[in-house]
């Protein structure tokens, strides 16, 4: 293999991810790692769909796939190298980032989602972790390993999308089918995340998932979010809290920033999310841009 590993640097949905050396030109690579099942089941599905997705996927905030390597009965997917992602960048910096860089971020962040979804792909998967960044100032999605192809709507095949504290409201509850605000749900919570320096909603279980937003968002009934209590996982018993206002979820935030977590996470109940997903994308880059 023409490739020298120097040092595991994490681990993605499937698979373990090293940085490395090409060894015909010195330049740095992410070698992604994925075991090979038995002869009859071969390359799994989920590596498959990352490799066909991410060879559509050509957009300067998506990772790139340079190529894809066999050996030795393993498979290697040969990524362009960042330095860190966006999780180690918040837990290295003691300070508050400032809101231009928060701005630039969001607004590449949605450039990508935007152009995956054209491309009718949902990432699903969305978190800190998943986002890489470099030294001069570009951040990308990568690990598309969850991500799957749609007609819109989405039929949801497993509850086990979606990292817990980005997961949406929708999903928690049962919904048996979502769409692109799902994607949307998740960068607001980044998007709070980076502006707080920890997580919008730390759940340590899907309920206790569903009463930290409900906490702040208020508990949704019908007058609210129409279907509501249809959903599967929906109870009448559950506890009523009122909404929170924005000042109060994000102290000290600026006119533009409360227009970012407004579009984003706010219309978060999904029949909204739904129809504000089309002019969310327009909303947020005129403002991350100011």
């Not at 860190?84 to 003691?94: E, G, S, V, Y």
Request: proline content about 5%.
């Amino acid at each position: 293999m023409p490739y020298c590993k120097i040092e595991k640097i994490g681990e993605g949905t499937y698979g373990v991810v090293y940085k490395a050396i090409d060894n015909t030109n010195g330049n740095t690579v992410a070698l992604k790692k994925i075991r090979l099942e038995t002869e009859a089941e071969g390359v799994p599905s989920t590596a498959i769909r990352e490799i066909s997705l991410l060879r559509e996927l050509d957009h300067p905030n998506i990772v790139k796939l340079l190529e894809v390597v066999p050996c030795d009965k393993k498979l290697y997917m040969v990524f362009e190298y960042l330095l860190l992602d966006l999780k180690k960048f918040l837990d290295m910096n003691r300070t508050l980032l400032p809101i231009s860089l928060v701005k630039s971020y969001t607004f590449q962040l949605l450039s990508a989602i935007s152009f995956c979804h054209a491309h009718k792909v949902l990432h699903r998967d969305l978190k800190p972790q998943n986002l890489l960044i470099d030294h001069t100032g570009y951040i990308k999605l990568a690990d598309f390993g969850l991500a799957r192809g749609f007609g819109i709507p989405v039929r949801t095949y497993t509850h086990e999308v979606v990292t817990l504290w980005y997961r949406a409201p929708e999903i928690l509850l049962g919904a048996k089918f979502y769409t692109t605000s799902v994607d949307i749900w998740s960068l607001g919570c980044i998007f709070a995340e980076m502006m707080m320096k920890r997580a919008l909603f730390p759940g340590d279980s899907e309920i206790d998932q569903l009463f930290r937003i409900f906490r702040t968002l208020g508990t949704p009934d019908e007058s609210v979010w129409p279907g509501v209590s249809k959903l599967p996982d929906y109870k009448s018993m559950f506890p009523s809290w009122e909404s929170q206002d924005i000042d109060e979820i994000l102290p000290g935030l600026d006119p533009s920033g409360q227009d970012l977590f407004l579009v984003s996470v706010s219309k978060l109940y999904s029949s909204k999310r739904a129809i504000y997903t089309n002019i969310s994308y327009k909303k947020i880059q005129n403002v991350a841009t100011y």
